[in-house]
């Protein structure tokens, strides 16, 4: 029962009902389970949930990284500026290009790379930027579209968090024509199990996507016809079918989460030290995915998750910095110290169980064991 003692709370989980069954029963009755009929209707359902022209599904958020940053140019010996603050996939789609990601500080309130900081270190090498809308809270495109104007960067947006969010104009993230890429993965606000989506303007690019996730087989080529580099970074018309299904009730769930943080930010209240995800602010709107907090300087991160955890609670450090990660550290000579803002905020932050079927008795629970662990009942 919700809420109960001892009962245990996961940090995400899907919200999968008949529907989704239902959908996914009928493409295997179709036999038709891949390059079927349910991949176009699933890009064109998604474009126009965001206002794209154009979309693109592929098989994760990280393989439509990868095309995203092929499709926009970006190559051997080029520099992509990007946030350290993210999931490390968006920094690892440069190097499968044997171009360098190269970090900028972000910014203390949205946690988003900081345009100003991005400025300072774009150079002669740099060919793209790359910003994240880390934990659905839009970054600054704005900003970023100016500053790729300035030097004729091109612009890939990693979105894989940001379903839902819009900008202060009232545009959804991934609407504003350059490549932006989505995550399906099971913890995101939509879920297709694994899978993404890359949104954009130009029909050009998108042959390009859609060959190159096809083994560089062009749309009226014999099936074993290739005339150019390509991957299998397919995603199902099993997986597309979940992803309609899930699209029909996503307005339902992103407002499930929004009333889940609203109730978050009530039950955490007045914890000294305790920092929480940034208020919509200046017009932008989060697409909320997780619920990060900030732990008091003075806490012990690892000793928090391990009470909540024994009271079935689980939680998770998130993120730590990919500058400080042992294959960047390696790779590249990073070291402490570099991104301040981005270290400290790795240092301190926990996702707290999430996902739109919480009850209130689970969160209140969560809440109150949160302070009982911090000492601060
Ligand atoms: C910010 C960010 N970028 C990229 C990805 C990669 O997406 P996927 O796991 O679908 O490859 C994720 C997903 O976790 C993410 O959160």
New binding site residues.
Partial sequence: MAGERGEQIPLARPVLGDAEQDAVIEVLRSGQLSLGPRVGQFEQAFAARVGAPLASAVS??????HLALRAVGVGDGDEVVTSPF??V??ANAALYERARPVFADIDPVTLNLDPDAAAVVVGERTTALLP???FGYPADMPAFERLAGRHGLAIVE?A??ALGAEHADGSAVGGRGHPA?F???A??QLTTG???MVTLGDPVMKERIDSERNQGRARDMGWLDHDRLGFNYRLSDIACALGIAQLARLAQMLAARARLAEHYREALAGIEGLQLPCADADGDKRGW?VFVVQLPSDADREDTVGKLAAQGIQSKPYLPAIHLMSFYRDRFGHREGQFPVCEEVASRSLALPFFPEMSEGQLARVAEQLRAALGRS
Avoid: M, P, Q, W
């Fill in positions: 994760s958020g990280t393989a439509g990284l993210s999931f996939a968006s994240v809308h880390i990693d894989c968090e890429v995550g399906f993965y913890n995101k694994e899978g993404g995915f």
